[in-house]
Each structure stands twice: as C-alpha cells, then as structure tokens.
C-alpha cells in the first residue's frame, strides 16, 4: 500500500512539474517574430560583450539599441493573451533595465563592473527566453554580434 502510494504521489508531482513548465514556456502565436525578436536582443548582448575591454563608450549606444530592439519584442506580443503578454513585456522590461544598467556602469570604465551588470542582463535575457519553446528561443551567445551597416543576424 505504501509503495502504491508513493507511486502515484510521484507521478501526480512529474505530471504537476510538465504541466508547470509548459504553461511556463508557451506557444505564441507569431512564433517567428518572436525567434527574431529575440535573436535581435540577443545580437545586441554580443555587440555590448565586444565592447569588452577597449570600447566602454560605445555601450550607451548599444543599449539604446537594445532598447529599439525591444520593440521587435513588443510587437510580436501584440496579439498575445493578456496574462501571457504580461508575463512576457514584465521579463522585458527587466532585461531593458538590465540593459540599462550596463550603459550607466560603462561609465565607470570599470571591466569587473561591466561585465558583472553583463552577467546580470544575461541572467535576465534567460528569464525572458524560459517563456516560450526551445525551438524559438536565442540565449545570450548563442547569436553573434551583428555587423555594422548589415541585417540583423540570419538563423
């Protein structure tokens, strides 16, 4: 009786766990505006990471790139359900602040800094990416920097 017990009771938490990670991780309804969306935000982290160590100046410019960036983002929410794009715009608007805060501490010229608010911009494009299916998704390095006068990256 025991063993049954224990038996269902971790079935009941594995189902409990997918159901929790697939209501985490939705499907949107324009799935290849949001892939570029966040391939473009992406491509930007790489570009502020290249700026490493020589080029801390041209971070504000980056950031406010990101910021336009984010817009792809915006758009491609627009049709989504209320609860879902709020989730969504809620884990963008902390990865632009986080943005944000690698432009204000490039001003310092301190690398351990700026690589530190990277990290946490990093942590924040993760937390965004978790909200939809792996296929879509474009983690931090996982694009590279675009290149200057050109499209945004190809897949």
Do not use: C
Not at 19 to 40: C, F, G, N, T, Y
Not at 48 to 74: T, V, Y
Not at 84 to 90: C, G, S
Request: hydrophobic content about 45%.
């Amino acid at each position: 009786m025991i063993v049954i017990r224990k038996t269902v009771i971790g079935l009941l938490g594995s189902f409990v766990l997918v159901w929790a990670q697939s209501a985490l991780a939705a499907e949107p309804k324009s799935p290849q505006d949001v892939h570029m969306a966040l391939r473009i935000l992406a491509s930007v982290y790489a570009d502020m990471q290249s700026k490493l160590p020589n080029q801390l100046d041209r971070i504000p410019h980056e950031n406010q790139e990101f910021h336009e960036g984010s817009a792809a983002m915006r758009d491609a929410m627009a049709n989504e359900p209320a609860d879902y794009k709020t989730k969504v715009l809620a884990a963008l608007d902390q990865a632009v602040a986080a943005s944000q805060a690698v432009s204000d501490t490039s001003a310092s010229h301190d690398t351990v800094k700026v690589m530190a608010a990277l990290e946490q911009l990093a942590a924040s494009m993760h937390s965004l990416n978790e909200l939809f299916p792996e296929a879509i998704r474009a983690e931090p390095g996982s694009v590279p920097a675009p290149v200057h006068g050109g499209p945004p990256p190809s897949q």
